[in-house]
């Protein structure tokens, strides 16, 4: 059995910073890749940053690309979202998600088949 555990989410002054930790458990050395999503109410779930198992590659989409970094520790199967410079604009829920189908892209939720529950983020201005 695979499970995905977020934790890190909370409220934040606009400017502020926060570490999200994504812990996976089960069946997991074959995934290519493990990514985070967020939603915000009334939005689609957006996918925002990406890192390759492999070689702890990441991708990032820019509106995050200089704020936000994506990292893992191999030895603890726990992937990380350090979110730097936060804006009012950063609320919502964020999910991290693994077991992509190959030849899916990255970025499309329908292409994962592991997610965790989720963490809410509230950056207040």
């Known amino acids: 059995e695979v499970y995905l555990v977020e934790s890190g989410g909370g409220p934040v002054q606009a400017g502020g910073s926060l570490r999200l930790s994504c812990a996976a458990t089960?069946?997991?050395?074959?995934?290519?890749?493990m990514t985070w999503f967020r939603q915000a109410p009334g939005k689609e779930r957006e996918a925002i940053a990406s890192?390759?198992?492999?070689?702890?590659?990441?991708v990032y989409i820019d509106s995050v690309k200089r704020r936000f970094t994506i990292s893992r520790d191999n030895s603890k199967n726990t992937m990380y979202l350090q979110m730097s410079s936060l804006e009012p604009e950063d609320t919502a829920t964020y999910y991290c998600?693994?077991?992509?189908?190959?030849?899916?892209?990255?970025?499309?939720?329908?292409?994962?088949?592991?997610w965790g529950q989720g963490t809410q983020v509230t950056v207040s201005s």
């Open positions: 089960g069946v997991t050395y074959a995934w290519d890749a």
């Open positions: 890192i390759r198992v492999r070689d702890n590659y990441p």
């Open positions: 998600a693994a077991g992509q189908r190959r030849g899916g892209a990255w970025t499309d939720p329908l292409a994962y088949t592991y």
